[in-house]
């Protein structure tokens, strides 16, 4: 079967799996899909992979998916290599193995895959399978980022911030926080909002803070939803608006942020938005406090024992 040919399956194949133009039809997408993997397609072999990994339109079964990662691995396929890893570094279909995974990682890593590179700057995170070095970290993450990565970019800022494994540069930090927020990335967005607010590595612009401060929020980010509070509490980059602020440290605090749980007890203490009610203001402390957050602590025994005394005088 000549390339084009192969090329034509596979393209009809996706078609019937993802319903482009025709009634989706997984049996029929299966079919395909195995006719040009046969043929030697290591991108319908991928998504043979991914079909029986998932159980989208066959029988769920790992180890029929790891075979077809392998077919695809073998044949030099950056992407099947990058997909074995991961079955590797997780037992899913096939017995764990994290030097396997690693270097099945590595051959995707250096054949140029972003996605290989950044797992791959993860493994120097953590330590999987290797001793934790923020240089080759950031080497990794950076090669990454250089092919527009949005997490790459927003870690590769991260190393130069801190200056782990690279020379801090908060200039550097910046620009690779400001390309990780355009490119999409929630944390990069909350990383470059918080350099306008501060004016780290560039001049300090509140309302386009604000700006990119909402489109993390937006995307759950439980210290973007703070910060924002604290602009609408503050007035900063925004008008001051104390329901807005309460609303944000509300939903922040929810999201796991202990600096929006000791806000919104703030609130709740001083009557900033709502109503002053000091059994909730000890409430939203409490969670603050129970979390180690250390000004809410001082502030839930400083409450405590004011109603202590109060109590003990009348």
Known sequence: MGSDAVETLFREAHAYEVGDGVE??????????????????????????????????????????????????????????????????????????????????????????AQAQVNLARCYTEGWGVTPDAAERARWYRLAADQGHAEALNEIGSAYSGGLGVERDDAIAADFYRRA????????????????????GVPPDPAEAVHWY?????????????????????????????????????RGSHAGSTDAAYNLGICFENGVGVAPVISEAL??????????????????????????????QE
Request: with cysteine; aromatic share 8%; proline share 2%.
């Open 283 to 312: 409430a939203w402390y409490k969670r603050a406090a129970d979390a180690g957050h250390a000004k809410a602590q001082l502030r839930l025994q400083t409450l405590v024992l004011g109603t202590l005394l109060k109590t003990s």
């Open 24 to 113: 989706q039809n997984y049996s029929e997408a299966v079919r395909r899909y195995v006719l040009a993997a046969d043929a030697g397609s290591a991108a319908a072999q991928c998504r043979l992979g991914y079909l029986y990994q998932s159980g989208a339109g066959v029988p769920q079964d790992t180890a029929i998916a790891v075979r077809w990662f392998q077919q695809a691995a073998d044949s030099g396929d950056p992407t099947a290599q990058n997909d074995l890893a991961r079955c590797y570094f997780e037992g899913n279909g096939v017995s764990r193995d994290v030097d396997l995974a690693l270097e099945w990682l590595r051959r995707a890593a250096h054949a140029g895959l």
């Open 214 to 250: 909402e489109k993390s929020a937006a995307r759950g980010v439980a210290q973007a939803l703070n910060n924002l509070g604290l602009c609408h509490k503050l007035g900063n980059g925004t008008p001051v608006d104390p329901g807005k602020a309460v609303d944000c440290f509300q």
């Open 181 to 200: 927020a355009e490119a999409g990335d929630e944390y990069g967005q909350f990383n470059w909002a918080a350099c306008l607010e501060t004016g780290k």
